[in-house]
């Protein structure tokens, strides 16, 4: 490193854009595979000269336009003077002593600071860059730069496009080496289109180990995510749904998973059936609710959904529609591609009535529709046959893709639809209060929220 005392250079006057500054060496652009002695550059910063006794008490109100970068020390030693430090000032605020603002003047007036702006010269490696900075420079200029990922426990999730895929290695590299407990990296090669709801993919960087451990809203589920469906964007949602329970409730899940909504409804002492046809997320399922100590109160399966609604629900239902007390029953599907399509299972489902404890339906689906709500609602009402108009309520979940919504529709199952044999119900209005407003609200008038 090199230092000397002059006014600051007149090239690093006024605003410096931080992603000139900061970018890695050009001759990293289009590297596959990592070599990280080559980020290694030197820069010009602007640099305080201070006495060593007032660093600390400087360093709070100086926070702002310090120099902030990973790896990076904001003090260092002056070379000319052991009683003096230097503080290291963030370039893309700080060109000269006219940079400072009054606050800041009157700060360092205050500890007899000398406003003279130093240059220090500062050796930049690939430590001291950020993710994004590395993979711009690497990457084809213009094209997007994906740094963002999924993380599930110690795994990291990525969905690279066509234009990344020569560069994955190099990249999923980068994620281990830049984000702390993150041992595993891998991409998702092909879309969620089989019966079992998980993905084929590729292990870009680091250990061959997809057993993980995630917490989610003070539970603990182990899995093996090349084998299960898991969704860390979520957590939301199932904390949403089960904060509509209450204690004794029954609670059917047809598609359970892992048992994200399963073992939280049993924690609230529900009694809980769930099912998943995927082999794998049954065994988990059943780990988790030991893992959770809930297992005494959830009851589980590995069918297809239909089969899980004609059978063991079905079942249920007889044997508890005569006393149920002050209990509800709700039924969560959530399926989104394919969960609306097993609605018409539930027509005829029960022969005649005998209470007017009917059980509501959490029901999740997709739509690219401008009007997600309407669209939902109307698909719905096409496969059950009936009106759903004043009795249900849309629930934005969240957004998966550009003009792709997934949603949750929440209805009491009509007795027309469950019943061969039905009297008149009252049936009940999904309670407007207990529903969170979405973020983003796109509804049809005739659509309760």
Known sequence: MRFHCTAFLEMLKG?????????????????????????????NVPALKVKKEIINRLMKPLKQIALQRPGLKRVMEDPED????????????????DSFDD???????????????????????????????????????????????????????????????????????????????????VNKTNII????????????????NMITKVKENGFT????????????????????????????DIVFDVFAGVGPFA??????????????????????LVHNCKLNKVDRRVKTFSLDGRDFILGPLKDELNKISTDVGNSSVHIIMNLPALAIDFLDAFKNLLDKA??????????????????????????????????????????????????????CISFQLPAEVLYKEHSQFQVSVIPEENEPKPKRIRTDPSVQE
């Open 263 to 284: 073992i939280p409804a049993a924690k609230k002492n529900c009694a809980v059936l769930a099912n998943d046809l995927n082999p794998e997320s049954c065994k988990w």
């Open 193 to 208: 289109d089989n019966a079992y709801r998980n993905f084929q993919m590729e292990l870009l960087a680091g250990e061959d």
């Open 103 to 185: 606050s800041i003047k009157i700060v360092l007036g205050q500890f007899g600071v000398d406003l003279q702006v130093y240059t220090h010269n500062l050796e930049l490696t690939y430590e001291n860059f950020k993710t994004e900075e590395i993979l711009r420079a690497v990457l084809p200029e213009g094209q997007d730069v994906t740094s963002s990922f999924s993380r599930v426990g110690h795994i990291a999730h990525m969905n690279l496009r066509e234009h990344q895929l020569p560069y994955r290695y190099l990249v999923g590299q980068v994620i281990i080496d830049k984000n702390p407990g993150v041992t595993s990296v």
């Open 354 to 407: 005998s209470n007017n404890n009917l059980p509501t339906v959490h029901c999740y689906g997709f739509s690219k529709d401008d009007n997600p709500a309407k669209d939902i609602k109307e698909k719905a009402e096409s496969v059950l046959g009936v009106s759903l108009e004043g009795h249900c309520c849309v629930h934005q979940v969240r957004n998966v893709a550009p003009n792709k919504e997934m949603m």
């Open 221 to 248: 589920y182990e899995f093996d995510f090349s084998k299960v469906y898991w969704n860390p964007r979520l957590g939301t949602e199932h904390n949403r749904v089960v904060a509509l329970l209450k204690a004794e």
């Open 82 to 97: 052991e009683n003096k430090r230097l503080i290291i000032l963030d370039p893309c605020q700080i060109s000269s002593a």
């Open 15 to 43: 605003k410096v854009e931080e992603e000139h500054v900061f970018m890695p060496p050009r001759h990293v652009h289009g590297m596959t595979e990592l070599k990280r002695d080559a980020f290694t550059k030197s820069i």
